[in-house]
């Protein structure tokens, strides 16, 4: 997982309508996979550090909850009905959202276009 | 160069006790379609089949924005008012277009709040109707998310709601359909998408009404996509099976904005409805 991360981490920091989008976006979100925790630290749109748990030391704004194979299907270029969003994952029953929603909602278009970079390595294989 | 066959033009009518400056749009000749645009959004989200000639050779498509959406401004005094739709100012915009227009016993399409609309008038003035398309509808949904995330001084509600909404849209949707579709919630006027939304997550007077819908008299077909998460098939199927004689279809590749986010995998399921439509017709004569 943190090699997918590091993949979105730099498609993110070369994506310039993305970073754009995340100017105003300077937050620790969690993301919890399979129990597995992982910090990603924004500063201004950019994912400057991800950080390996657990930590009950690391603030976050919110997180979002999910497991491997979840974020795999979510991951898929046409995913199926449910997989293809994170609030579809919510939905039907594979993901959770925990923390500030209300932070997330302000940037959501940011997030969920982040979150979505992983298709890229999907659309490549 | 081309320029297209929809025309634009403006009706003023009465709901409740004030005037309502309404933009509607058309194209084709026939029987008349009334189309209802969803929530937080307008009437170019019917464009792609007011420009579809085969549709429009034998249809009559008419589409109009509500007030406080699209080229309908709020009414006057709306500086000091809570944009809030209801089921009743629903109803007596839609029967006052009809009677402006003098539209004789349309098809009603509409999607999502659209939809539900539909539904309501099917139950309440089937007379007034040829029949009813509804699509992304059911009989109600409360919100999963807090409708007042779209109506605050310190964010932008359009940009939000266009992020909230862009989870109900197919990934098989071409993508420059799927940012025009987003677009106009975007643009949509502060406090309007959250204003119907209050309707379509709040009322649910509609569940008590299903059974007096006569598809004997009026038919009623819905049609739902896979990928909506806020109408889902199930909800819609759930809605389908509470009206005696309703039939529905479930698009595998489609989500809850389907004429605007996948206009070529959209056609074949309305131009199927509207043949439902005529057949019925056609055995009533």
Redesign the interface.
Known sequence: MLTELQDMQARLNATPHLLRLGRLFTETVQLRVDGDEYYLSFDQGRLVQITEGPSRKTPYRFALVTDADALHRFWELRPEPGFHDIFGLVKIGRGRIEGDILTLVKNLRFFKEFMALGRWKEAAA | MSIEPITGRYVTVTVGDAPRRIYFEEAGQGTPVLCLHTAGADTRQWRHLMNDAEITATHRLIAFDMPWHGKSLPPEGFETQEYLLTTEAYIDTVLAVIDALELDRPVLAGCSMGGRIALQLAALHPDRFGGFIAIEASDFQPA??DID?FHRPD?HGG??G???V??NI???APEAERWATLWMFMQSGPGVFRGDLSFYTQDDSLIGRLDRIDTGRTPVHLIVG??D?TCTPEDAQRTAAAIPGATIAVMDELGHFPMSEHPEGFRPFFADALERMATHSARAD
């Open positions: 999963w998310y995330w964010a940009e939000m266009a992020a909230l862009s989870a197919s990934p098989y896979a990928y998460l």
